[in-house]
């Protein structure tokens, strides 16, 4: 649906000059593509993907080893044939005594070369204690469920949640910042369109006057050095008017440009044919603390300031005990259970690990100061903002309410130019006043309409600029 909307806007826009696209078209256009948005969307998901992970680590852990190995040679437990001495039972004594040759003479055993010899002995053959391990494999199946990992996992769980909100929160800046950007190319394109309108009335008012002298001329009621003074000023008019169509040209392209359409896209802007702007009054009075609340890039501080506030919880973890259940099924081949058969023997086991930090020098403490010191830096950071914010409202403030006061000068001083115009040329039709006095009334005609125009684009800037450090931005 979004898709259809954006190409339907850009068809208006591309469609022709007859069409006329608004600042929230403009401001739409902009949204859908510019490049730091999307970048910031993403990193929305991947702050998403990144909780989900977090989460992952409350549940128990399914990993799946296997292996093979391929060994040249078989294994013996021993190096040649054993005999292995035996016992027999022995009822005088109830207990089993080795089958000793004994000296009958003595009655003792006899002993060769410092060893007993005895009588029957068992054969331990190196064949039955030799292995074939030619091509060994096995594979385990283990389940590891964390019981208590010194509180790491709810601290990672909570900066990733917090993290993907900073990551909403920045994506807002970038929109605010966006449509500032827009507004103000929108504007200066309006501002540009007046100006350029204000120089072709311009033109046509010296080319008048240019008419009037000539004829003058011929008549002989004015001089050559007039009519070569006014000359000048259509001249200079002329080009004035050519700086302002280039201008207006360029001012049209980054507009486009920002709205991501093609630079050569011709938009009429719904407020650039307007004699007046609907001029909205800012508010007059503030409330710090709901422009904490509304201001994106303090939230984000806040945000960043709880995230550094868990670092130091996942610091402090690495002291404490860590426990957690394994289990697990393995197999091996040959089968190490049953003689090393060639054949898989299966097995499975429970238990439980504990790992307790006992001593690391000062090392892991150091981490947690460092984590701590990070998390006041932050805290600074934070204060220091909310100061630095304070003082951009006020003069942000100052700034509008000076504008307008411009604003308001700049039509008295144009109502004042126009009657200056007026009367001069009809003294100078009558004879009772100079060209260079019309000419000045002219060129002050032309300086109080530009002021009034930049003034009036100044209310309407100054108005969005306090909008967007208030964070009453609507959009």
């Given at each position: 649906?979004?898709?259809?909307?954006?190409?339907?806007?850009?068809?208006?826009?591309?469609?022709?000059?007859?069409?006329?696209?608004?600042?929230?078209?403009?401001?739409?256009?902009?949204?859908?593509n510019?490049?730091?948005?999307?970048?910031?969307?993403?990193?929305?998901?991947?702050?998403?993907?990144?909780r989900?992970?977090?989460?992952?680590?409350?549940?128990?852990?399914?990993?799946?080893?296997?292996?093979y190995?391929?060994n040249?040679?078989?294994?013996?437990?021993?190096?040649?044939?054993?005999?292995?001495?035996?016992?027999?039972?022995?009822p005088q004594?109830?207990?089993?005594?080795?089958?000793?040759?004994?000296?009958?003479?003595?009655?003792?055993?006899?002993?060769?070369?410092?060893?007993?010899?005895?009588?029957?002995?068992?054969?331990?053959?190196?064949s039955?204690?030799?292995?074939?391990?030619?091509?060994?494999?096995?594979?385990?199946?283990?389940?590891?469920?964390?019981?208590?990992m010194?509180?790491?996992?709810?601290?990672?769980?909570q900066?990733?949640?917090?993290?993907?909100?900073?990551?909403?929160?920045?994506?807002?800046?970038?929109?605010?910042?966006?449509?500032?950007?827009?507004?103000?190319?929108?504007?200066?394109?309006?501002?540009?369109?007046?100006?350029?309108?204000?120089a072709?009335?311009?033109?046509?008012?010296?080319?008048?006057?240019?008419?009037?002298?000539?004829?003058?001329?011929?008549?002989?009621?004015?001089?050559?050095?007039?009519?070569?003074?006014?000359?000048?000023?259509?001249?200079?008019?002329?080009?004035?008017?050519?700086?302002?169509?280039?201008?207006?040209?360029?001012?049209?392209?980054?507009?486009?440009?920002?709205?991501?359409?093609?630079?050569?896209?011709?938009?009429?802007?719904a407020?650039?044919?307007?004699?007046?702007?609907?001029?909205?009054?800012?508010?007059?009075?503030?409330?710090?603390?709901?422009?904490?609340?509304?201001?994106?890039?303090?939230?984000?501080?806040?945000?960043?300031?709880?995230?550094?506030?868990?670092?130091?919880?996942?610091?402090?973890?690495?002291?404490?005990?860590?426990?957690?259940?394994?289990?697990?099924?393995?197999?091996?081949?040959?089968?190490?259970?049953?003689?090393?058969?060639?054949?898989?023997?299966?097995?499975?086991?429970?238990?439980?690990t504990?790992?307790?930090?006992?001593?690391?020098?000062?090392?892991?403490?150091?981490?947690?100061?460092?984590?701590?010191?990070?998390?006041?830096?932050?805290?600074?950071?934070?204060?220091?903002?909310?100061?630095?914010?304070?003082?951009?409202?006020?003069q942000?403030?100052?700034?509008?309410?000076?504008?307008?006061?411009?604003?308001?000068?700049?039509?008295?001083?144009?109502?004042?130019?126009?009657?200056?115009?007026?009367?001069?040329?009809?003294a100078?039709?009558?004879?009772?006043?100079?060209?260079?006095?019309?000419?000045?009334?002219?060129?002050?005609?032309?300086?109080?309409?530009?002021?009034?125009?930049d003034?009036?684009?100044?209310?309407?800037?100054?108005?969005?600029?306090?909008?967007?450090?208030?964070?009453?931005?609507?959009?």
């Amino acid at each position: 649906m979004r898709n259809i909307v954006f190409i339907a806007l850009c068809a208006i826009a591309m469609a022709s000059s007859a069409q006329v696209v608004t600042l929230d078209s403009c401001r739409h256009m902009a949204l859908r593509n510019n490049k730091e948005i999307q970048q910031a969307s993403m990193g929305i998901e991947k702050a998403s993907y990144q909780r989900k992970e977090a989460a992952a680590a409350y549940l128990p852990q399914f990993d799946l080893t296997a292996g093979y190995i391929y060994n040249s040679r078989k294994v013996s437990l021993i190096k040649e044939d054993q005999l292995l001495p035996t016992k027999s039972f022995n009822p005088q004594t109830g207990q089993y005594d080795f089958n000793l040759l004994i000296d009958p003479s003595t009655g003792y055993p006899i002993q060769v070369d410092g060893q007993y010899v005895p009588t029957t002995v068992a054969l331990l053959p190196k064949s039955g204690m030799t292995y074939n391990i030619h091509n060994l494999m096995g594979g385990a199946l283990t389940v590891t469920q964390p019981i208590y990992m010194g509180g790491k996992i709810t601290a990672m769980n909570q900066i990733t949640d917090l993290a993907e909100q900073l990551a909403r929160e920045m994506r807002e800046s970038k929109v605010e910042d966006v449509i500032y950007n827009v507004d103000a190319a929108y504007w200066q394109v309006v501002s540009l369109c007046a100006k350029q309108k204000l120089a072709r009335s311009y033109v046509n008012l010296v080319q008048s006057l240019d008419n009037d002298v000539k004829a003058m001329v011929n008549e002989g009621l004015a001089t050559r050095s007039n009519q070569l003074a006014v000359d000048v000023k259509l001249n200079e008019a002329n080009v004035d008017m050519t700086k302002v169509d280039n201008g207006v040209t360029l001012s049209r392209m980054l507009l486009s440009q920002l709205c991501g359409l093609p630079v050569n896209v011709f938009m009429t802007l719904a407020d650039e044919g307007r004699d007046e702007l609907n001029l909205s009054l800012a508010p007059s009075n503030f409330n710090l603390d709901e422009v904490y609340d509304k201001r994106h890039d303090v939230r984000s501080l806040e945000l960043a300031t709880k995230i550094y506030d868990q670092q130091v919880k996942v610091a402090r973890s690495e002291m404490m005990p860590k426990l957690a259940a394994v289990a697990a099924l393995h197999a091996t081949n040959p089968n190490s259970y049953n003689g090393f058969e060639n054949r898989f023997g299966a097995a499975f086991s429970v238990g439980a690990t504990l790992r307790v930090p006992l001593w690391h020098w000062g090392g892991l403490s150091n981490k947690v100061k460092a984590a701590q010191v990070d998390a006041r830096v932050k805290r600074l950071e934070l204060e220091d903002a909310k100061e630095k914010i304070a003082l951009q409202i006020s003069q942000a403030a100052f700034s509008y309410q000076e504008s307008y006061k411009t604003y308001e000068a700049t039509k008295a001083n144009l109502a004042q130019a126009d009657e200056n115009l007026r009367i001069a040329n009809i003294a100078f039709k009558e004879g009772m006043g100079t060209l260079d006095e019309v000419l000045g009334a002219q060129t002050a005609w032309l300086k109080a309409n530009s002021e009034k125009i930049d003034a009036e684009i100044n209310v309407q800037m100054c108005y969005e600029y306090l909008n967007k450090v208030m964070g009453t931005m609507s959009y």
